[in-house]
């Protein structure tokens, strides 16, 4: 079984900075493909990033490019979102999700920004970026 914890999440004033962790649980974590996802109310999950099992490959919505980077540390079953010259419309409850690898879903930008292709989810943890 796999769970996942967010932690690092706040209020930070635009143009600040917030790092992100997600602590995954199960042995299949350093196989697993991993996504960020946000979602602010009234509006659908949005992709943000997403990083391949070995951490190679890495995909990000054009609006974060430049300013978010994912990382992993499979040693320590983390991954790291690092965010930066953040924006108000970056306000949202972030999410890490993973895609384990019995799924066989190829690492590729069409299939990573759709939820549906990943099987496990955290609660999430709130950013807030204030004018």
Same mark, same amino acid.
């Given at each position: 079984?796999?769970?996942?914890?967010?932690? =690092?999440? =706040?209020? %930070?004033?635009?143009?600040?900075?917030?790092?992100?962790?997600?602590?995954? /649980?199960?042995?299949? +974590?350093?196989? /697993? &493909?991993?996504?960020? +996802?946000?979602?602010?109310?009234? $509006?659908?999950?949005? +992709?943000?990033?997403?990083? /391949?099992?070995?951490?190679?490959?890495?995909?990000? *919505?054009?609006? %974060? $490019? @430049?300013? +978010? *980077?994912?990382? !992993?540390?499979?040693?320590?079953?983390? %991954?790291?979102?690092?965010?930066?010259?953040?924006?108000?419309?970056?306000?949202?409850?972030?999410?890490?999700?993973?895609?384990?690898?019995?799924?066989? !879903?190829?690492?590729?930008?069409?299939?990573?920004?759709?939820?549906?292709?990943? &099987?496990?989810? @955290?609660?999430?943890?709130?950013?807030?970026?204030?004018?």
């Amino acid at each position: 079984q796999v769970q996942l914890e967010e932690s =690092g999440g =706040g209020l %930070v004033q635009a143009g600040g900075s917030l790092r992100l962790s997600c602590a995954a /649980s199960g042995r299949t +974590f350093s196989r /697993s &493909d991993i996504g960020w +996802f946000r979602q602010s109310p009234g $509006k659908e999950r949005e +992709f943000v990033a997403a990083i /391949s099992w070995e951490g190679r490959m890495t995909i990000y *919505t054009d609006s %974060v $490019k @430049g300013r +978010f *980077t994912i990382s !992993r540390d499979n040693a320590k079953n983390t %991954v790291n979102l690092q965010m930066n010259s953040l924006k108000p419309e970056d306000t949202a409850v972030y999410y890490c999700a993973l895609d384990p690898p019995t799924s066989r !879903r190829p690492f590729r930008n069409d299939i990573v920004k759709l939820p549906a292709a990943y &099987d496990y989810w @955290g609660q999430g943890t709130q950013v807030t970026v204030s004018a």
